[in-house]
């Protein structure tokens, strides 16, 4: 564990490489030259309150917090100071931590909004602690216009036996935002893990979510979707450890490139302990227009053939052909038919949201996108 006066320097960016002919994917370089003292409030892109009836958490880029959620002071067990420079600076600014119980048989609904710096940086890390036989669904919202902070969370979620967790991310920004997210959920027998992202814009958007299943009967499911203009980077990785026999395990990662850079990698590992088990991952991006840049770098590692199923697949293609006909034949143009597809995949990574709050958001990510698309 390095102390807080520790030669940070010293420590990577990441110590495992995306490829083995490429160091990183990441904009590590222009996260650090970001992070700094954080300077005023970005004015938020979605106003909308997203989960009817929730809780409300407001996180601020002092480090501060407004809502219900216990204060502790600051720590870590799913992450490591050792693990990277961003993560390790990450974890040596925050003032404190905050976490999220749910007791045995209960069930919460919190929506956490984080307001991001106009630059500099800020700091959050929330810990949470779902009892046995609980529910809880948590939105994880943050947007800016005009902004060039770099806002980073990170979250650790231990789900018990027999309970459900759902969180939804959604982050929406403007080209020279630098938001950053890790994600790392541990669940235990029988319980139902499923992460729901929502990714758009800024100059570079990491966003990293990673599941281990353990125990017997227990499901993991990822639903992310991408989108970038020109001038814009969006940055995903999806990784779960499948360790439980009887499981369910998929990602599904949607994308639409209109000119920028889309990056997903990641993995769906399936151990010898998760013996009849069903495994999926899906990786499927779309480049509109010229300039694209999109890396889809998905794998699938399977130990041992016990499984019942183990699939996976990825493309990156222009919009297909057959799908713009279909459409064409029911009197849509191609900028219509391009909305229907957005609209259609935003609508899934949403569903379960406050319904009138994902048509406003809906609308509001429209309007971001070039002209051949309208709201």
Not at 226 to 244: C, F, P, Q, R, Y
Request: proline share 4%; hydrophobic share 35%; charged share 25%.
């Amino acid at each position: 564990m390095l102390e807080r006066s520790a030669d940070i320097k010293d420590v990577p960016y990441q110590r495992v490489r995306d490829s083995p002919t490429l160091k990183f994917y990441s904009s590590w370089e222009k996260y650090e030259s970001g992070m700094g003292e954080p300077v005023g409030i970005a004015n938020p892109i979605i106003n909308e309150r997203m989960l009817r009836g929730a809780e409300l958490v407001e996180l601020r880029p002092d480090g501060s917090y407004r809502g219900s959620l216990e204060e502790e002071s600051p720590s870590a067990d799913l992450f490591s100071v050792t693990e990277g420079r961003i993560l390790a600076k990450h974890l040596m600014s925050l003032k404190s931590s905050l976490k999220l119980k749910v007791n045995d048989g209960e069930n919460r609904r919190v929506e956490i909004i984080y307001l991001a710096p106009e630059a500099g940086s800020s700091h959050h890390h929330i810990r949470i602690d779902v009892g046995r036989g609980s529910s809880a669904e948590i939105a994880l919202i943050s947007s800016a216009r005009s902004s060039a902070g770099v806002p980073i969370t990170t979250m650790e979620a231990f789900v018990g036996e027999g309970s459900k967790l759902r969180i939804w991310r959604v982050s929406v920004f403007e080209r020279e935002g630098l938001p950053i997210s890790w994600l790392r959920v541990s669940g235990r027998g029988a319980s139902e893990v499923e992460v729901r992202n929502v990714l758009l814009g800024g100059g570079a958007s990491f966003a990293s979510d990673e599941i281990s299943l353990i125990g017997s009967k227990s499901a993991a499911k990822m639903n992310s979707f991408l989108m970038a203009m020109e001038g814009e980077k969006v940055d995903h990785l999806t990784n779960i450890s499948n360790n439980s026999p009887g499981s369910n395990a998929s990602i599904f990662v949607n994308g639409f490139n209109f000119g920028g850079v889309l990056v997903h990698r990641g993995k769906l590992k399936v151990t010898r302990e998760a013996i009849e088990s069903e495994n999926k991952l899906s990786s499927i991006f779309y480049r509109i227009g010229s300039g694209s840049k999109t890396y889809s770098v998905p794998s699938l590692e399977v130990e041992g053939d016990f499984a019942v199923s183990a699939s996976h697949e990825t493309s990156v293609s222009p919009l297909p052909e057959i799908v713009l006909f279909y459409m064409k034949s029911r009197g849509l143009n191609e900028r219509e038919s391009l909305e229907v597809m957005v609209r259609s995949s935003l609508s899934k990574v949403l569903e379960g949201m406050d319904g009138d709050a994902i048509e406003k958001v809906i609308s509001e990510i429209l309007l971001r996108a070039p002209s051949g698309i309208s709201p």
